[in-house]
């Protein structure tokens, strides 16, 4: 089965600078889109940033401009460049991948931006 690892997330200061990476694994062949959510406490999980196979992006308003979504398809992998952290950035980041028609998660990772 396909599996989702995300890595890179930790505490970071406000101002500061984090990079997410999530690594798809399994009997794969290509993947259509790939993206990041999150989850902050008492709120509901929202859409980041989503990447095309074609490197087309979309983000959220609240990460347009800050946040960088990438990939490479031969690692099939896709990363978050998260810069100017802000204290509402903290959340659990959750990586997923649409491959052929199915959709899948990763387990999460938390990101806290604290002084």
């Known amino acids: 089965q396909v599996q989702l690892v995300e890595s890179g997330g930790g505490l970071v200061q406000p101002g500061g600078s984090l990079r997410l990476s999530c690594v798809a694994s399994?009997?794969?062949?290509?993947?259509?889109?790939m993206g990041w959510y999150r989850q902050a406490p008492g709120k509901e999980r929202e859409l980041v940033a989503v990447?095309?196979?074609?490197?087309?992006?979309r983000y959220a308003g609240s990460a347009k401009g800050r946040f960088t979504i990438s990939r490479d398809n031969a690692k099939k992998t896709v990363f978050l460049q998260m810069n100017t952290l802000k204290p509402e950035d903290t959340a659990v980041y959750y990586c997923?991948?649409?491959?052929?028609?199915?959709?899948?998660w990763g387990q999460g990772t938390q990101v806290t931006v604290s002084s």
């Open positions: 997923q991948a649409q491959i052929w028609f199915r959709t899948y």
């Open positions: 399994g009997s794969i062949s290509s993947i259509n889109d």
């Open positions: 990447i095309g196979s074609g490197g087309d992006s």
